[in-house]
């Protein structure tokens, strides 16, 4: 699966971060949908890959991951399901992901107290950091950064030590519903 996969859930925050901590004000949100960028450095600083698209997440357990460059792919995640298609190579993957499969955007929404029993919390006002307690996940740490208003930074340290970079803007609209995250179709 590619690394785009890692970005099953993700989750971000509306509000005032100088008004609560980071983890405070990413617990308070309930929906977001906006434009991403994403680049892959290798352990040695080069880049790899950058891809580009669109996302949206509905609390509690749905997202749809829609990379529009360099490929065409949709992630969606609702509940325990994945779903993953590649429109260009005209595939379709489809797999239950439990807990203990979570990567490191699932992590985000989970309660404060979840956080805690699985990692070791840095916050800060506008960084939060995450390193697991247990080794044998799919990554080392994420560090979550709230830069400008509705732009969003994390960064993923994965088991082979390449840093995945997101930028997330959020765009403004209506609220999100879970009919925003049904399957589409699929012609082939």
Known sequence: MRLGALVVICLLA????????????????????????????????????????????????????EIDSPDRQTLLSTGNQLTQIDWDLEVVVEREISPDQWGPFQWLLASREELASAFDLVTEQTRLVLTPK???????QVEITNGEAGVWQLVVIDLGDQRIEFTLSEASGGILKPSDFQMPAIPF
């Open 14 to 65: 509306y509000g005032d971060p100088s008004q609560a901590d980071i983890l405070e004000v990413l617990s308070a949100k309930e929906s977001m949908a906006g434009q991403f960028t994403q680049r892959i450095i290798s352990p040695e600083g080069l880049p790899l890959e950058t891809a580009s698209g669109r996302f949206m997440l509905l609390r509690p357990d749905s997202l749809k991951w």
């Open 134 to 140: 247990q080794p044998g996940g799919s990554f080392k």
